[in-house]
């Protein structure tokens, strides 16, 4: 099945750092999301792109909707410590229908030091 | 903000015993999901369902799985006789019409343990 590559899987860096991380698939995907999961807690939506090559930024996070519709990147600028938690990228192929069900991918644990 | 409730939060329950999962989608919204997260791994997609029905349904899904809406607000999810794989983090997920490319929300899930 549909596999999405996410990458790093896990990052440690300082507060104030810029922090970047990447989705790579095998196939296309026509809408790429990205979400922060907390511990204990659901998926909480960051940023949703709908456009190959769509550049949208949400407050100190980035991101961007690879023009082969094949990846995506997030990143987030000056992090602070509630930065911390689980970011995962999620693609959906469905054009129209009643599905757009979300494949999603690894994971990138982030971890701020103060 | 309007938001996705699921209860309970945590269920325990003996193999082989039937439990029911339960969801409170956003109220406008159409299109509703199932997704579960077994510990320390990704999000997997389990069922969809759209207009009173199931529009798509992965492999996960077996014939122990039943979803249900069963009135205007809330959507469930039954496992007929659960077994010990079953234990995961099961979440639900709605989103309002297609067109306007919305994207999917999700509750704070359902932990379910099997002893």
């Known amino acids: 099945g549909q596999q999405l590559n996410q990458s790093p899987q896990s990052m440690f860096i300082q507060e104030g750092e810029d922090v970047s991380m990447n989705c790579t698939s095998s196939?296309?995907?026509?809408?790429w999301l990205w979400y922060k999961q907390d511990p204990g807690e659901g998926p909480v939506l960051l940023i949703a792109l709908y456009k190959a090559g769509e550049l949208t930024s949400n407050g100190r996070l980035t991101a961007q909707f690879g023009i082969t519709r094949k990846d995506s990147f997030l990143n987030i600028s000056a992090s602070i410590p509630s930065d911390v938690g689980i970011y995962f990228c999620a693609g959906s192929d469905t054009v129209g229908g009643a599905t757009n069900k979300l494949i999603f991918g690894t994971g990138t644990l982030l971890a701020v030091q103060p | 903000e309007p938001e996705v409730t699921q209860t309970p939060s945590h269920q325990v329950t003996q193999m082989g015993q039937e439990v029911i999962l339960r969801c409170v989608p956003i109220s406008n919204h159409l299109y509703f999901y199932w997704y579960r997260q077994i510990l320390g791994q990704k999000v997997e997609f389990l069922v969809s369902?759209?207009?009173?029905?199931?529009?798509?349904k992965s492999e996960i899904f077996d014939d122990q799985f039943s979803v249900e809406r069963p009135d205007g607000s809330n959507f469930t999810l039954k496992i007929r006789s659960t077994k010990l794989e079953d234990s995961a983090m099961y979440f639900c997920?709605?989103?309002?019409?297609?067109?306007?490319?919305?994207?999917?929300?999700f509750g704070d899930g359902t932990r379910l343990s099997i002893l």
């Open positions: 369902f759209y207009n009173n029905e199931i529009s798509e």
């Open positions: 997920a709605s989103r309002g019409r297609l067109i306007n490319h919305q994207p999917q929300h």
């Open positions: 196939s296309i995907f026509n809408t």
